[in-house]
Nanobody
Framework: QVQLVESGGRLVQAGGSLRLSCAAS???????MAWFRQVPGKERDFVAL????????YYADSVKGRFTISRDNAKNTAYLQMNSLKPEDTDLYYC?????????????????WGQGTQVTVSS
């Protein structure tokens, strides 16, 4: 079992920045880590992921160049740096961990989830 706790979400103006954190209850160095986001009533969408091993990163087209995923294995924490925020980035953001070797961008590829942190971007 891995417990994940997200933090850092808040109200911010368009063009601003936020850094989300995801604290894990166990060492994360061997896991693929990802961020997803969801509007109530809609599907949970992939945002970014970082693989274990070589720490390759992958991003949704909608956030590429604006968001950066990172991890601090010593602190068992993953981060999502979000710059140039837009109103359409308003969502509940979730951190997820995959214990599997295959890297996936859909929710079925992840085994543990946090409770989410709300990001609201005002225009």
């Amino acid at each position: 079992q891995v417990q994940l706790v997200e933090s850092g979400g808040r109200l911010v103006q368009a063009g601003g920045s936020l850094r989300l954190s995801c604290a894990a209850s166990r060492p994360i160095s061997r896991y693929n880590m990802a961020w997803f986001r969801q509007v109530p009533g809609k599907e949970r969408d992939f945002v970014a992921l970082m693989t274990t091993g070589d720490s390759s990163t992958y991003y949704a087209d909608s956030v590429k160049g604006r968001f950066t995923i990172s991890r601090d294995n010593a602190k068992n924490t993953a981060y999502l740096q979000m710059n140039s925020l837009k109103p359409e980035d308003t969502d509940l953001y979730y951190c997820a961990v995959s214990i599997r070797a295959l890297v996936r961008r859909d929710i079925s590829g992840y085994d543990y989830w946090g409770q989410g942190t709300q990001v609201t971007v005002s225009s």
